[in-house]
């Protein structure tokens, strides 16, 4: 069972904008920085966000994470169809890490 | 360009012992902690344990200490995962990645399918 939350699933059009949230304790979000992967159907995780609100050279600009109280949060904006994965926030806490429960988002 | 390749998908039977590899290229790969994630079949991602290749220092998460063994060889830039007294439910896909400084995984192998049956 995962310290972090998110939502099993979310959905929206193409070029809709879609959030997907991560939650836990007050004590662990406030001291932790998030990050956030995306796994594309029969592939590998790829990094997508860090330390919050960070991008790794090549992730478009259409990704952004914040992070405020005991959640964070991923959004996508003009959503595309290559978009369709799973989402896992991930925590590093004290030498220790966890992944959230993660989202499978849905380009309708 | 920096990769991680892992050895190849493996069937095994249950009671069985297996070792899987990941080769890091394109960095200091002793400088630099290497994580081993299990993913179950249409489940999530589990952070199973770390390891610095530096000094072999090794953490595991506590769903998995005692259950496998993460070793590493930096003379030849590779990270182990042991797994023991194979049952069916070990079987899953696992991935090897890279550690960066805010704790984020920012290379990942191609993952290794482990598939355990009689």
């Known amino acids: 069972q995962s310290v972090l939350t998110q939502p099993p699933s979310t959905s929206g059009a193409p070029g809709q904008r879609v959030t997907v949230s991560c939650s836990g304790s007050s004590s662990i979000m406030a001291s932790y920085t998030v990050n956030w992967y995306q796994q594309l159907p029969g592939m590998a995780p790829k990094l997508l966000i860090y330390?919050?609100?960070q991008r790794p050279a090549g992730v478009p600009d259409r990704f952004s994470g914040s992070k405020s109280g005991t959640s964070a949060s991923l959004a996508i904006t003009g959503l595309q169809s290559e978009d369709e994965a799973d989402y896992y926030c991930a925590l590093w806490i004290d030498s220790l890490h966890v992944f959230g429960t993660g989202t499978k988002v849905t380009v309708l | 360009e920096v990769q991680l390749v892992q050895s190849g998908a493996e069937v095994k039977e249950p009671g069985e012992s297996l070792k899987i590899s990941c080769k890091g290229f394109g960095y200091t790969f002793s400088n630099y902690w290497v994580v081993w994630v299990r993913q179950m079949p249409g489940k999530g991602l589990e952070w199973m344990g770390i390891i610095y290749p530096g000094d072999s220092d090794t953490r595991y998460s506590p769903s998995f200490q005692g259950q496998v063994i993460i070793s590493a060889d930096k003379s030849i830039s590779t990270a182990y995962l042991q797994l023991t007294t194979l049952k069916a439910s070990d079987s899953a896909t696992y991935y090897c990645?890279?550690?960066?400084?805010?704790?984020?995984?920012?290379?990942w192998g191609q993952g290794a399918l482990v598939t355990v049956s009689s």
């Open positions: 330390g919050n609100d």
């Open positions: 990645a890279r550690q960066g400084g805010f704790g984020e995984f920012d290379y």
